[in-house]
Nanobody, 118 residues
Framework: QVQLVESGGGLVQAGGSLRLSCVAS????????MGWYRQAPGKQRELVAG???????NYADSVKGRFTISRDNAKNTVYLQMNSLKPEDTAVYYC????????????WGKGTLVTVSS
């Protein structure tokens, strides 16, 4: 079974920063694109950032210029550096293989809660 463990969330004031980490096991991490997703209460889960196996990133318009996704294949880890945080960034953040999420095959872990106060 693929296992994904997110960490690094917390409570931060608007304008602050957090760095999220996701450690993967049980899969071929380096060959697959990874994504960070978030879900706020009462809202749909959305993809906020993705990165190819080779390290090419892309971002949702809502986070461009503020968030940076990266990966360390030697550590089976993907990161999300979150700067200039806004209250609307408040959500539970999850990582997953993008292909699994697209085809409805993903198993979602506990995620890590990010709360941004105004």
């Amino acid at each position: 079974q693929v296992q994904l463990v997110e960490s690094g969330g917390g409570l931060v004031q608007a304008g602050g920063s957090l760095r999220l980490s996701c450690v993967a096991s049980g899969g071929i991490f380096s060959a697959n694109a990874m994504g960070w997703y978030r879900q706020a209460p009462g809202k749909q889960r959305e993809l906020v950032a993705g990165i190819t196996g080779g390290g090419i990133p892309n971002y949702a318009d809502s986070v461009k210029g503020r968030f940076t996704i990266s990966r360390d294949n030697a550590k089976n880890t993907v990161y999300l550096q979150m700067n200039s945080l806004k209250p609307e960034d408040t959500a539970v953040y999850y990582c997953n293989y993008i292909a699994s999420a697209v085809y409805g095959m993903a198993s979602w872990g506990k995620g890590t809660l990010v709360t941004v106060s105004s």
